[in-house]
């Protein structure tokens, strides 16, 4: 088992078990979500593959007429981050989206509650300021 020998491997191995331990209770705890997951699990999926059959790196390098295979690693992370920063990105787009509709919705209601309320005593409740607390 020549593939053993080399120290990278093993290494790659542990550290993809280790981020699919991690991307388990993550997603276990619900703190991300299962959309956001299908990407780790491509890229953990990747790790191992190409950990097995070390192979397929030197023939994408050929493929791609790259010179070295760590530079074909370093170029495909690099690919890996551009798309979760435009996933990000379109998130973060549509929850500001989200926010303003929100807050447009939220002064309507606060308008609404104005009108029926008199106007004046919920006008005045937002005004007032409450007054400081000094400790003496």
Not at 4 to 12: I, N, R, T
Not at 50 to 61: A, E, H, N, Q
Not at 75 to 96: D, H
Request: with cysteine; charged share 15%; glycine share 4%.
């Amino acid at each position: 088992m020549m593939l053993l020998s080399q120290s990278g491997y093993p290494f790659a191995l542990v550290v993809a078990a280790l981020l699919l331990i991690a991307l388990f209770w993550l997603l276990r705890t619900q703190r991300l979500r299962e959309k956001y997951s299908v990407l780790w699990f491509a890229v953990i999926v990747g790790v191992v593959v190409l950990t097995f059959i070390p192979s397929i790196t030197g023939w994408l390098t050929a493929l791609a007429g790259v010179t070295t295979p760590i530079n074909l690693v370093f170029i495909l992370a690099f690919l890996v981050l551009l798309v979760v920063c435009i996933q990000l990105s379109i998130e973060i787009s549509t929850l500001e989206e989200s926010a303003r509709t929100v807050a447009e919705e939220v002064a309507l209601l606060r308008l609404e509650l104005e009108r029926r309320t008199g106007g004046a005593s919920a006008a005045n409740q937002e005004t007032e300021a409450p007054t400081p607390h000094t400790d003496d």
